[in-house]
C-alpha cells in the first residue's frame, strides 16, 4: 500500500517551460489535492478534486492547471515556469471534504531558474 | 486575515523537556475540524490527529496530548518529555463546513528542535 506517490521528486525548468507534476493515491480517495509549500508561507492550496470529474480553484491558482484524469490520479501543470513557481509542492487524498484528514506525498521539489 | 496562528516560529528544548504549541483559531462555522500535521526533517506531512469542534475532550497518544478549548479558540499541542525524533515542523489546520469552501487552511508552523 503505497499511499500517495508522485512524480518527479525533484525538478529543475528554465523560466519559460512546461511540466506536469503527476499524483496518484491507493487508498480510494474521493478528494485530491495540490499544495505549494513556500519558507514561512505554509501550505497553500493551489487546486483541488471534491471528487473525480469535478476541479475547483484553490487560494493561489495563478499559473496552473489540474486535471484529475480518474479516481486515483490527479495532475498539476505548469504552462510556462516562472521563478515565482519555485517551491515544494505537494498532493494529498482524503476520503472526502471537508471534515477527513488528508494523506501527503513525498513532495516534488521544483525549482525555476 | 489569517485563519489560524501559530505564534512561536522556532521553539528549542533540551531533550527529556515538555514542549507545548499554541494554535488559535478563528472562524464563523459552528461545525469545524482541527487538525495537527508533523512534518519532519524528510519532508513528507504526517498527519497526527483529528477534532471536531462538538468534541471538547482532551486527548492523549502516548507522549502526545491535545488540549481543546473552544471558549479561547485554541487547539494546542504538547509533547511530553521530548526525544530527538520529535525535532520537526508542526502544523495546526482548520476545516470548517459552511465557510470553508472545501479547504483546509493551514498555520504557518512551529519549527520544534529537540536538542539532545
Known amino acids: 500500500n503505497a499511499g500517495v506517490t508522485q512524480t518527479p521528486k525533484f525538478q529543475v525548468l528554465k523560466t519559460g517551460q512546461s511540466m506536469t507534476l503527476q499524483c496518484a493515491q491507493d487508498?480510494?480517495?474521493?478528494?485530491m489535492y495540490w499544495y505549494r509549500q513556500d519558507p514561512g508561507m505554509g501550505l497553500r492550496l493551489i487546486y483541488y478534486s471534491a471528487s473525480e470529474g469535478t476541479t475547483d480553484k484553490g487560494e493561489v491558482p495563478n499559473g496552473y492547471n489540474v486535471s484529475r484524469l480518474n479516481k486515483r490520479e490527479f495532475s498539476l501543470r505548469l504552462e510556462s515556469a516562472a521563478p515565482s513557481q519555485t517551491s515544494v509542492y505537494f498532493c494529498a487524498s482524503s476520503v472526502g471534504t471537508p471534515a477527513y484528514e488528508q494523506y501527503f506525498g513525498p513532495g516534488t521539489r521544483l525549482t525555476v531558474t | 486575515a489569517q485563519k489560524v496562528t501559530q505564534a512561536q516560529t522556532e521553539i528549542s528544548v533540551v531533550e527529556k523537556e515538555d514542549v507545548t504549541l499554541d494554535c488559535v483559531y478563528e472562524?464563523?462555522?459552528?461545525?469545524?475540524?482541527l487538525f495537527w500535521y508533523k512534518q519532519p526533517p524528510s519532508g513528507e506531512l504526517v498527519f497526527l490527529i483529528r477534532?471536531?469542534?462538538?468534541?471538547?475532550q482532551n486527548e492523549i497518544s502516548g507522549r502526545y496530548s491535545w488540549n481543546f478549548q473552544k471558549s479561547t479558540s485554541s487547539f494546542n499541542f504538547t509533547i511530553t518529555a521530548s526525544q530527538v525524533v520529535d525535532s520537526a515542523v508542526y502544523f495546526c489546520a482548520l476545516s470548517e463546513l459552511t465557510y470553508g469552501n472545501n479547504r483546509l487552511a493551514f498555520g504557518k508552523g512551529n519549527q520544534v528542535v529537540v536538542i539532545p
Open positions: 487508498m480510494n480517495h474521493n478528494s
Open positions: 477534532r471536531n469542534s462538538f468534541d471538547e
Open positions: 472562524t464563523r462555522d459552528t461545525t469545524y475540524y
